[in-house]
């Protein structure tokens, strides 16, 4: 059972937009989200994260949008640059503070 | 922000041979690290949970004998993969949490390949 999905493996946008990236879960427990970022060969780095308590976070060019009742989270990346192209994971500590990670999403953002 | 160092970031070996991948919080106590696979193209897949002096707790389908995970202190766990064969190729990321975090920090990764 995938408690947390990115049902969109690829995602292809050009450089100067905005990037969205999608992420749903099923376990309503979840309280926190996270976003992380990994080129090839390296390991993931944190991005952005979100408490339930919130329904947007903003770090620079990167915004994290919940909607709670609809069990989503997105990750906007606005301008998009070349240096975002990577693989995004989004990523919910279950109550043992185990990550649960999604499948990821790869963006490539192109000149 | 915390720092997990992980060594060696590659590592290439002969099958049968044993391989030890070390894991270092260089800045706050990890009671808890994780080990991660990833195999090309697929997430990553957690392999096991450790705390500091007990024994670690594996995710089914992996098979303790064969990946050996010590936590013996507060800043180092070690994944062993002992007899690796060519299917055990694959890229390893550890991570790490101190009491209470809610986020985990990751080590570098360390790509193995077992000829």
């Known amino acids: 059972d995938q408690q947390v999905k990115q049902n969109s493996p690829s995602l292809s946008v050009q450089e100067g937009r905005i990037s969205i990236l999608n992420c749903d879960y099923t376990?309503?427990?979840?309280?926190?989200f996270l976003w992380y970022k990994k080129y090839p060969a390296e390991g993931p780095t944190f991005l952005i994260s979100?408490?339930?308590?919130?329904d947007k976070n903003e770090d620079g060019r990167f915004t994290v949008f919940l909607n709670k009742s609809a069990k989503h989270l997105s990750l906007h990346i606005v301008p998009s640059q070349p240096g975002d192209s990577a693989v995004y994971f989004c990523?919910?500590?279950?109550?043992?503070?185990?990550?649960?990670f999604g499948t990821g999403t790869r963006l490539q953002v192109f000149p | 922000g915390a720092v997990v160092s992980q060594h060696p970031s590659w590592v290439i070996c002969k099958s049968g041979t044993s391989v030890k991948i070390e894991c270092r919080s260089l800045?706050?106590?990890?009671?808890?690290m994780f080990w991660y696979r990833q195999f090309p193209k697929q997430s990553l897949m957690l392999m096991a949970t450790?705390?500091?002096?007990?024994?670690?707790?594996?995710e089914q389908g992996v098979e303790k004998d064969k990946f050996l995970i010590n936590h013996a202190s507060l800043t180092l766990s070690t994944l062993t993969v002992t007899s690796a064969h060519p299917e055990d190729s694959s890229f390893y990321i550890c991570?790490?949490?101190?009491?209470?975090?809610?986020?985990?920090?990751f080590g570098q990764g360390t790509r193995l390949t077992v000829v």
């Open positions: 991570s790490a949490a101190d009491r209470g975090a809610t986020e985990a920090f």
């Open positions: 376990n309503s427990m979840f309280d926190y």
């Open positions: 979100i408490s339930s308590i919130k």
């Open positions: 990523a919910a500590p279950d109550n043992t503070d185990k990550l649960i």
């Open positions: 800045d706050f106590q990890a009671t808890t």
């Open positions: 450790s705390n500091e002096g007990s024994k670690a707790t594996y």
